[in-house]
């Protein structure tokens, strides 16, 4: 169930386009658009989604990917299957199909709860549900942007180097993005010293997506393979290792990207700030440590090639979780939308209450 392609592909395609993930309403056809996030860099296209089916697809492929995306898909999948699954007992069947759809970022799952719990007041609830899912990541963006620039500035002075893994920006939000969110709004202040963005095996998230993103907002950048990342910062090439986060537990332990965990200990040994950008949607404070959050496995096909382009033996067995973990004590401070939590400094999420919402606009 692929969805239809609704914009011409090509390079340049999107130009102008704002969101990576939204409702559009057509009198038959409600759907959910995404940007398709396989076919980046080269193609820039946009997906329409008219059944449930197909946001769980687009889900697990990874046509729109990062966690609060994949929540604010999940919450629009809640409000697209209300009009389009009249059946009771199917509806609940979507709806889980939904929230199983990918098991490690918290966000999908609280994203669809939180929808579903509003499903009996009507259609029109739902999609309002849904929809100020997406205005609270789209203001989240910015103000972890706010947070963000304040606490790297008092970590790394006027001009830090930042490495950054996976993609964090609008792709993995809705708008702006979490760390690379603050990647963007150090350039715009003239304040980013360079900024390293890791290739992110073996998807590419960094290669193909974080790339694309600091092109286009003419951000200068270096590409380095995963296993460059510590050495890179045991050269002190870097300043400080900024990423996102999928969860985040109730102890300060991060499920990140697979990768994460060794620019931890890299930055560790180092003595550089290991710092996490996440919306308050991505904290977990039901879930006590990492070891309790279930890392998504997927399939040998993406470790055994690069696409279609096989590098290792046929039939190889592979290993290929999605997520590690990075235990709490190698993290510096999580920013989030509303607060600073600086686990570093023996701080815990009880000791900082929630701030306002911030803003550099
Ligand atoms: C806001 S981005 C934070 C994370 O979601 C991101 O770093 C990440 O791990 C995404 O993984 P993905 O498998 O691409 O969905």
């Known amino acids: 169930m692929p969805g239809t392609v609704v914009d011409a592909p090509g390079a340049g395609a999107l130009s102008g386009h704002q969101r990576t993930v939204d409702w559009v309403e057509h009198p038959d056809h409600p759907a959910v658009e995404l940007i398709d996030q396989t076919a980046l860099p080269d193609v820039e296209r946009l997906l329409r989604l008219e059944t449930v089916e197909a946001v769980v697809d687009a889900i697990q492929r990874l046509a729109v990917r990062g966690a609060p995306a994949i929540g604010v898909a999940g919450g629009l999948g809640v409000a697209l299957a209300v009009r389009t699954?009249?059946?009771?007992?199917?509806?609940?069947?979507?709806?889980?199909?939904?929230r199983n759809a990918r098991p490690t970022a918290v966000n999908l799952a609280r994203a669809v709860d939180r929808v579903a719990g509003v499903v009996a007041a009507g259609a029109d609830a739902a999609l309002a549900e849904a929809l100020a899912i997406r205005d609270e990541e789209i203001a989240s963006s910015d103000s972890m942007a706010a947070y963000g620039i304040d606490l790297i500035g008092a970590l790394c002075g006027p001009a830090p180097r930042l490495l950054t893994h996976c993609n964090t920006g609008g792709l993995a939000t809705v708008t702006g993005g979490t760390a690379l969110g603050v990647v963007f709004a150090?350039?715009?202040?003239?304040?980013?010293?360079?900024?390293?963005?890791?290739?992110?095996?073996?998807?590419?998230?960094g290669a193909r997506l974080t790339t694309w993103e600091l092109a286009r907002a003419g951000v200068p950048f270096r590409l380095a393979v995963d296993g460059a990342g510590p050495y890179l910062i045991a050269r002190g090439e870097i300043d400080a290792v900024i990423i996102g986060a999928d969860r985040i537990c109730a102890n300060g332990?991060?499920?990140?990207?697979?990768?994460?965990?060794?620019?931890?200990?890299?930055?560790?040994?180092?003595?550089?700030?290991?710092?996490?950008?996440?919306?308050?949607?991505?904290?977990?404070?039901?879930?006590?440590?990492?070891?309790?959050?279930?890392?998504?496995?997927?399939?040998?096909a993406e470790v055994v090639g690069?696409?279609?382009?096989?590098?290792?033996?046929?039939?190889?067995?592979?290993?290929?979780p999605a997520f590690d973990v990075t235990p709490a004590d190698l993290v510096t401070a999580v920013?989030?939308?509303?607060?600073?939590?600086?686990?570093?400094?023996?701080?815990?999420?009880?000791?900082?209450?929630?701030?306002?919402?911030?803003?550099?606009?």
């Not at 003239?190 to 998230?205: D, I, M, N």
């Open 306 to 320: 690069f696409g279609a382009v096989r590098s290792a033996p046929a039939g190889v067995v592979t290993a290929n």
């Open 253 to 300: 332990d991060v499920v990140n990207k697979i990768g994460s965990y060794a620019h931890a200990l890299g930055a560790a040994r180092a003595g550089v700030p290991f710092v996490v950008v996440a919306p308050e949607s991505t904290v977990d404070p039901a879930t006590a440590t990492g070891a309790d959050v279930e890392i998504e496995d997927r399939s040998d």
């Open 186 to 205: 150090l350039h715009r202040a003239g304040r980013l010293g360079g900024v390293v963005a890791s290739e992110t095996r073996p998807l590419l998230q």
């Open 335 to 361: 920013v989030t939308d509303r607060r600073v939590v600086r686990f570093a400094a023996g701080e815990t999420w009880d000791d900082v209450p929630l701030g306002p919402l911030r803003s550099l606009l």
């Open 85 to 98: 699954v009249p059946d009771p007992a199917d509806l609940d069947a979507a709806i889980l199909a939904l």
